[in-house]
C-alpha cells in the first residue's frame, strides 16, 4: 500500500487530472491520472500513475508515460478482487 498523497476531487472523488478508470473484479476503482514533476526522460504533459480506489495499491511515487501507467493500471484492475470503500461520514 502506498502512502504518497493524492489529491482529489471534491465532486468526484476521483484523484485529480484523472485521465481514465478501470473496474476491479469486486467493482472498485482503479484511476488513471496525470502526476507532477517529470517522467523519466524528463518530458513535460506525459507523466501518469495509478491507484487502486478498493484496496489503496498503486504504481508507486514516480510516474511513468501513459500507456505503460495504463497497463499497469489495466493489469491491477484485473487481478485485484477489492471492494468500494463504503463512503465515511462524520
Known amino acids: 500500500m502506498s502512502d504518497t498523497f493524492i489529491p482529489t476531487s ?3 472523488g476521483l484523484p ?3 485521465a481514465a478508470v478501470f473496474l ?3 467493482a472498485a476503482l482503479v484511476a ?3 502526476a ?3 517522467d ?3 518530458r513535460p504533459g506525459s507523466n501518469f500513475r495509478w491507484s487502486c480506489l478498493g484496496c489503496g ?3 508507486g511515487p514516480s510516474a511513468t508515460l501513459r500507456t505503460p ?3 499497469g493500471a489495466n493489469a491491477h484492475a484485473a487481478e485485484c478482487r477489492a471492494i468500494p470503500w463504503a463512503p465515511t461520514t462524520t
Do not use: C
Request: charged share 10%; net charge negative.
Open 10 to 12: 471534491p465532486v468526484t
Open 40 to 42: 523519466a526522460h524528463y
Open 24 to 26: 476491479t473484479q469486486g
Open 69 to 71: 501507467a495504463r497497463n
Open 16 to 18: 485529480v487530472g484523472t
Open 32 to 34: 488513471l491520472f496525470a
Open 57 to 59: 495499491e498503486s504504481n
Open 36 to 38: 507532477d514533476g517529470p
